[in-house]
């Protein structure tokens, strides 16, 4: 279906749970369209895994319609939706605790300058990914929501459920183990 012939589109968030909690499924199909990438994206960066991450997704959703009725509207549906995805994806890393993401290693035979600048690049994006895999669930929570979702401290305090002060203390024990963790090269210090 086009954009076009979307009657959902200029809808806010709160209309369609309106038309949700009067019967209209189909209202919820739009809000799972609005949010399914960035649920799937902010999931897979907290568990490191697509089948995971898939399957956190569908259950964040399914927790959403099955909570609709208890969604008190203090917050948007967005902070909502990201504090179901969160606290899911910290219930299964805890269940998951023994369990260590491994990446696949990569191989490459042809050496050429710009693909080694390539493969550093990745190479340090990995290192990052791991390092973040291996932060506390708080910590790697403020981390993630920050850093990849470009959320302001009060979005995620709102999100993980506590106070500013102590999503800002979390990021900044988060960015100090990661420092311990990887060895950043200067240029990329200033983003962390």
Known sequence: MSDKGNKFLDYSDFELIDRVLTGNSRSFEELVKRYSKTV????YRMVHDHEDA???SQETFLKAY???TKFKRQSSFHT???RITVNLCINHLRKKHNRQYVGLEKTHSVVHPDILQKLEREEL???VGDAVNELPEKQRAAVILRIYHGLSHKEISNILGCSVGTVKANYFHALRNLRKFIQVPHE???SF
């Not at 799937?40 to 999931?43: H, K, V």
Request: net charge negative; no cysteine; charged share 20%.
């Open 40 to 43: 799937y994206y902010l999931t």
């Open 54 to 56: 898939a399957d956190l």
């Open 66 to 68: 099955q909570g609709l």
């Open 80 to 82: 909502w939706l990201y």
């Open 125 to 127: 994006q990995e290192q």
């Open 188 to 190: 990329l210090e200033e």
